[in-house]
C-alpha cells in the first residue's frame, strides 16, 4: 500500500517538476526496443559529429584538414580516421570546445577530481539527463524509483541541500552516511536508519561501502537487505565484492562511469560483465594506432557521449583500459559487455628497465588479502621504490598477509624496486578519491 502510495506522488511531481524525465525513459526504452542498437549508435555518432564541426570552433578546426570533415562520416573507418580528444586538449580548450548554440541553462559545469592528474572541467548537457539511463539499471535489479533508498558518501551535503532533497522525495525516504571516516556513533545511527525504512538500494563508493561492510561483519550487526548494492568510483576487488554480498545479504552491482560521463555499463543480476550502454555511448579499446583490438583483448578505452551536444566528447581517452567481451550475457538484453575496468591505464608502478605493472594485475595479484584489510594503497617514488600502506581490519592479523603482499610484488617486479610497507590511520586521498596507485613518477 506504501509502495502504490509513494509511486502516485513520484508520477505526479515528477510530471510537475520535470515533465519531460518520464518522457525520455520510455524513449529510451523504445529505442532499445525498435533499433538495432549498432546502426542506431552509428547515426547517433554521425549526428554528433556533424553538431560538433558546425558549432564547436575547436571540433571545426580538429578535423577541418580530414576527408570525412565533407563526407560527414559515411562509413565507420571514416570514424575510425578521427584522432582522439586527450584531457589535456579539454583542458586547454574548454571555451572553444563548448558549443556556440547553447543556454547557459540548457548545461551545468562538472570537473573531475584530480586523482589521476591536473583536474579538468566539462559541461553536461541538461536536455540529456542521466537519470533514465540510472531508471534502466535499476529496473534491472528489480528496483523503482520511487523506493526507499541508502547512501554512502564521504561529503555532507549542506543543510538546505539536505532539506531540499528530503522534500523533493518525500514520501520515498533517503538515508545518508557521509563521512570519510565515520564514527561509531554515525555508524549506529545509520544503522538503525537503515532497518527503519529498509531501502530496496544501498549506493556509494566503494571503498565507504567496504568499510561500512566491515563494520558490520566484525560487530555481528545484521541490516535489512536492500535488492542490491551498487558500488562506484573505484576498482572493485572480488574479495570486497565478497564481504559486501555477506554483510548486506544483496548482490553487489559494479559498474562504469565518470565524471566526464556519468553512466557508461553496468552488471545485470547475471553478472556476466559490464552492459555497455549503447543507445547513449559509443565505447572502443584501441591500440596504439587507435584502431580497434581484437575481442576479449585489452586496449585503450575511448568515448563518445552521443547525448551531450553542449560539450561534444569525440573518441575521448579517459586513461582507462579495458576489453570487449565477445559473448551473450544470458540475460538477453541487447546490450554488449565490457571487461569490468580496473583502473587507470596512465597509473601503474614503474621499474628502471620500463616493466610496467598495471593496476588490474595488481588487483589479481593481492584479491585473495583483501579481507585483511580496511584500505590498501601503493605509493612509488623518484627513486622506483614502492611503499603500501594499509589499513588493517582490528579483528585480524594482517602481519604476514602484507610480508606476502611485498614479497609478491618485489618477484613481480623481478626485483628492480624496492618494496616497504606502513601502517597508517588513512591512505592518502587526492581530490575526492582514494587511488590504488598513487606515484610519483612522470
Known amino acids: 500500500m506504501r509502495n502504490s502510495f509513494s509511486k502516485l506522488i513520484f508520477s505526479l511531481k515528477t510530471k510537475i517538476l520535470n515533465p519531460r524525465l518520464a518522457g525520455l525513459y520510455k524513449q529510451t526504452a523504445k529505442i532499445v526496443k525498435e533499433n538495432n542498437l549498432e546502426n542506431y549508435n552509428f547515426k547517433k555518432r554521425q549526428e554528433l559529429f556533424n553538431h560538433a564541426i558546425k558549432h564547436s570552433s575547436f571540433y571545426k578546426q580538429k578535423y577541418g584538414h580530414l576527408d570525412s570533415f565533407n563526407n560527414k562520416l559515411q562509413t565507420e573507418t571514416d570514424f575510425l580516421k578521427l584522432p582522439p580528444l ?5 583542458r ?17 559545469k562538472a570537473s573531475t577530481s584530480g586523482s589521476t592528474g591536473p583536474s579538468v572541467s566539462i559541461l553536461h548537457d541538461r536536455r540529456h539527463p542521466e537519470t533514465p539511463i540510472r531508471w534502466r539499471i535499476l ?5 523503482e524509483p520511487w523506493e526507499n533508498q541508502a547512501f554512502i558518501y564521504r561529503f555532507k551535503k549542506p543543510f538546505w541541500e539536505r532539506i531540499t532533497n528530503t522534500l523533493m522525495w518525500w514520501p520515498t525516504k533517503r538515508v545518508f552516511l557521509a563521512a570519510a571516516n565515520p564514527s561509531k556513533k554515525q555508524l549506529e545511527k545509520f544503522v538503525t ?3 527503519n525504512i529498509k ?3 544501498l549506493q556509494g563508493y566503494v571503498d565507504i561501502v567496504f568499510e561500512f561492510a566491515l563494520y558490520l561483519i566484525d560487530n555481528n550487526i545484521k541490516i535489512h537487505p536492500p535488492k542490491m548494492v551498487w558500488v562506484t568510483s573505484a576498482p572493485l576487488f572480488e574479495a570486497q565484492r565478497e564481504l559486501m554480498e555477506k554483510a548486506f545479504g544483496a548482490p553487489v552491482c559494479d559498474q562504469y562511469g565518470n565524471t566526464e560521463i556519468m553512466l557508461i555499463a553496468a552488471e545485470c543480476p547475471e553478472q556476466n560483465g559490464l552492459h555497455m550502454m549503447q543507445d547513449t555511448v559509443h565505447i572502443e579499446f584501441v591500440d596504439a594506432n587507435n584502431q580497434p583490438v581484437p575481442s576479449n583483448t585489452s586496449g585503450r578505452i575511448l568515448l563518445t557521449d552521443l547525448t551531450n551536444y ?24 541487447p546490450f554488449p559487455l565490457m571487461e569490468n575496468v580496473h583502473g587507470r591505464r596512465a597509473i601503474h608502478i614503474q ?11 595488481l588487483m589479481a595479484m593481492f584479491n585473495g588479502y583483501m579481507k585483511h584489510f580496511k584500505e590498501i594503497q601503493l605509493h612509488q617514488g623518484l627513486d622506483y621504490a614502492v611503499c603500501i600502506k594499509y589499513v588493517p581490519r582490528a579483528q585480524f592479523t594482517h602481519v604476514e598477509e602484507i610480508k606476502n603482499m611485498a614479497h609478491l610484488l618485489t618477484e613481480r617486479s623481478r626485483k628492480e624496486i624496492k618494496v616497504s610497507t606502513e601502517r597508517v590511520e588513512r ?3 587526492i581530490g575526492k578519491k582514494f587511488p590504488l596507485i598513487i606515484s610519483d613518477l612522470k
Open 86 to 90: 586527450t584531457r589535456e586538449e579539454i
Open 92 to 108: 586547454l580548450n574548454f571555451e572553444s570546445i563548448k558549443v556556440v548554440n547553447v543556454n547557459k541553462n540548457q548545461f551545468r
Open 139 to 143: 529496473e534491472w535489479w528489480g528496483i
Open 193 to 195: 536508519e537503515f532497518n
Open 199 to 201: 531501502p530496496t538500494l
Open 310 to 333: 553542449a560539450f561534444p566528447l569525440i573518441r575521448y581517452e579517459i586513461g582507462d583500459e579495458g576489453k570487449y567481451l565477445n559473448k551473450k550475457c544470458s540475460c538477453g538484453k
Open 351 to 361: 621499474t628502471p628497465s620500463g616493466l610496467n605493472i598495471k593496476g588490474e594485475h
Open 427 to 429: 591512505v592518502q586521498q
